[in-house]
């Protein structure tokens, strides 16, 4: 949730906040009711993983109500895996997991049984009220400051497996979750025209 309210006449929780909230605190029936997709943000290597990136899955039938978002990496440490942080990396915050295999890595769960696209966009500092600290993601933007700006081509750039060389942003394909079903299979976004790189948690070889 957004840590003020914007409008003042919403007075109903949207999908994205009741998926994260009953992730938290599930009713009994929540994960055999809903479904999830699980995958990673790789830069066009197709290896390395990308930081701090807001991740969208729609409803193809009710794209702008039934959409639900995660950050890439939310859940690793701050500071790592991002070469575009206008402060740089810092590897030695205590906060945050280091577990590599969380580096880049998006969860979208209480996703109603339907078919969805997968989106990534950046999370751009918004001015007078930027992302960082009580409005950080996780570990992401904290000290560091909130200012993930899209690499490579795309300002928006969606999901599509397998992905080509021909790709281009508007490029995707469609994923198809069930009730209690987890798809991690075909889910991970390469971005589109950025350089093969590695962040100062892997060995490169």
Not at 23 to 51: C, K, M, N, W
């Amino acid at each position: 949730m957004f840590p003020f309210l914007v409008s003042p006449g919403q007075a109903t929780l949207n999908a994205d906040d009741i998926s994260m909230v009953s992730s938290l605190y599930p009713e009994a029936s929540f994960h055999s009711s809903r479904g999830r997709i699980q995958g990673r943000v790789v830069f066009s290597d197709g290896v390395t993983p990308a930081q701090g990136y807001n991740v969208i899955a729609r409803n193809t039938a009710d794209p702008r109500v039934i959409a639900v978002s995660s950050v890439s990496g939310y859940r690793f440490t701050a500071g790592a895996g991002n070469p575009l942080v206008p402060f740089g990396m810092d590897t030695s915050f205590f906060y945050g997991s280091h577990d590599q295999n969380l580096i880049g890595f998006y969860d979208l769960p209480g996703l109603p049984p339907g078919t969805y696209t997968v989106e990534v966009e950046a999370i751009l500092n918004s001015g007078s009220v930027p992302f960082v600290y009580n409005s950080g993601v996780g570990p992401i933007g904290d000290y560091l400051g909130f200012q993930y700006k899209m690499p490579g081509s795309c300002e928006l750039q969606y999901l599509h497996h397998p992905p080509r060389s021909t790709d281009d942003c508007g490029t995707r394909t469609t994923v198809s979750v069930g009730a209690g079903q987890v798809v991690s299979t075909g889910t991970d976004i390469v971005l589109i025209g950025t350089g093969p790189r590695y962040d100062a948690w892997e060995s490169g070889e």
